[in-house]
């Protein structure tokens, strides 16, 4: 019997001696993992570790390499410390150890936790250890959260990253300080646009005389900070979220953002009623006047809302070349996708000009042919398409097979959805 050893710890030790090293808990896991197996006669395949992921993590390098080398039955038996190193996750459990592994012949143990997949009677102890672990991702992350919101109640900074224009008290936790440098091209920004310079020829000017924009310039201060879409030079998005942001003026602004689960790390916008505002809590780089000046340009130049009805191709187009998501343009009555990278340095991109009706009829036409191919000719689907009525074209296709499929193989339907 071949067994594949899998360890996890979801924080790094703080004694560790070598950052490069595994914890030392992770040594002891591996120590018992092989001590287990050499007992019970079983081949050692391979040891998966993952140091530093937690047990919500799906996407762990050696857990995903675990599944894949399980899937092409390269061993039978997953051999664990406890359930919980596997996954904290109910659905995991039911998704493997109840679902895909006893398809592959594969066999999970646990020795703290005596978890067994060849021992039917102790099915029901794994899945009570995964609604115990459930609960504890769910308790610890509620957890987390109140303190980390009773922080910034306080007006302590939370993030990892100063914003740009400020750097962390080294002797103060939570307490901005400001950066001179590049203060002084926040200041420059909102002088400029209060002058009348738009967005865009402010990057531009920017650009020009190579000033590293906020990620280019972090990274050149040795901080650990990875590359947003369009690069390291400056765009009209970066100028915008630059001139809209209230910390400048010396209060502090966080929970803009909320994440959607804690297990996932995705995050969505939070109404503003919901943001943790606390004024005063450090030295403003810019003063009340020009901050007020600014943003009153910004409410000339805003459309308000509701007055146009979205594109349904609003933030889902983005260049090819640098990754950075595409700007809507009008241009002689007609709409246009633009490289915003392209619009503010065009040496850094060779940029891209869309016209959204053509983009919008390729996509059309992409669709009526998928339709076509996999689901058939309908004359209601084509009125639809005819129509542009794509959203309620896929309802219908949802009701459809929710009725029950007229084909052996409906996933095809949610590729289309997706589309």
């Given at each position: ?13 703080r ?38 992921y ?22 039978d ?53 995964g ?10 992350s ?31 936790k ?41 990620t ?25 979220r ?6 400048y ?51 000339q130049h ?8 979205p594109?349904p ?42 016209a ?23 004359e ?32 095809p339907?949610?590729?289309i959805?997706?589309?």
């Amino acid at each position: 019997m071949k067994a594949a050893l899998y360890c996890r710890l979801s924080e790094e030790d703080r004694c560790k001696a070598d950052p490069a090293a595994d914890s030392q808990s992770i040594q002891n896991q591996k120590a018992m993992l092989l001590a287990y197996a050499e007992e019970q006669g079983w081949d050692v395949y391979h040891l998966y570790s993952d140091d530093d992921y937690t047990g919500a993590d799906r996407n762990r390098p050696a857990f995903q390499q675990l599944l894949r080398d399980a899937q092409a039955k390269r061993f039978d038996i997953v051999l664990c410390k406890t359930q919980s190193r596997f996954t904290r996750e109910m659905e995991v459990v039911e998704t493997y150890l109840h679902g895909l592994f006893p398809l592959w012949g594969i066999r999970f143990v646990s020795i703290v936790d005596h978890a067994d997949t060849a021992n039917k009677g102790n099915k029901k102890a794994r899945q009570i250890n995964g609604l115990v672990n459930e609960w504890y991702l769910e308790d610890m992350s509620d957890s987390i959260k109140s303190v980390l919101d009773a922080k910034r109640r306080a007006g302590y900074h939370i993030g990892a990253f100063a914003l740009y224009g400020y750097r962390k008290d080294p002797e103060h936790k939570g307490h901005l300080l400001v950066d001179e440098e590049a203060a002084a091209v926040v200041r420059e920004a909102f002088t400029r646009f209060a002058a009348g310079q738009g967005k865009t020829e402010i990057a531009r000017e920017f650009n020009a005389r190579s000033l590293p924009n906020p990620t280019a310039y972090k990274q050149q201060k040795g901080l650990f900070y990875r590359q947003a879409h369009g690069g390291t030079r400056w765009t009209y998005a970066t100028v915008a979220r630059l001139l809209t942001n209230e910390i400048y003026c010396g209060n502090m602004v966080q929970g803009r953002y909320g994440s959607v689960s804690y297990k996932t790390k995705k995050n969505r916008p939070r109404p503003r009623d919901q943001w943790f505002r606390v004024e005063g809590t450090h030295e403003a780089i810019i003063e009340p006047a020009l901050w007020r000046q600014v943003q009153e340009r910004l409410r000339q130049h805003t459309r308000p809302r509701g007055s146009k009805k979205p594109n349904p191709l609003t933030r889902k187009v983005f260049c090819a070349r640098c990754s950075c998501l595409l700007r809507l343009s009008t241009a002689h009555g007609r709409q246009y996708l633009r490289c915003p990278t392209h619009m503010a340095d065009r040496q850094a991109c060779p940029g891209v000009f869309l016209a959204l009706d053509a983009l919008e009829a390729a996509l059309l036409d992409e669709l009526r042919r998928l339709t076509h191919a996999l689901l058939g000719e309908q004359e209601d689907w084509e009125v639809l398409l005819a129509q542009g009525m794509t959203e309620t074209l896929a309802q219908t296709m949802l009701d459809r097979v929710q009725a029950g499929p007229r084909q052996e193989d409906c996933v095809p339907v949610q590729v289309i959805w997706k589309f």
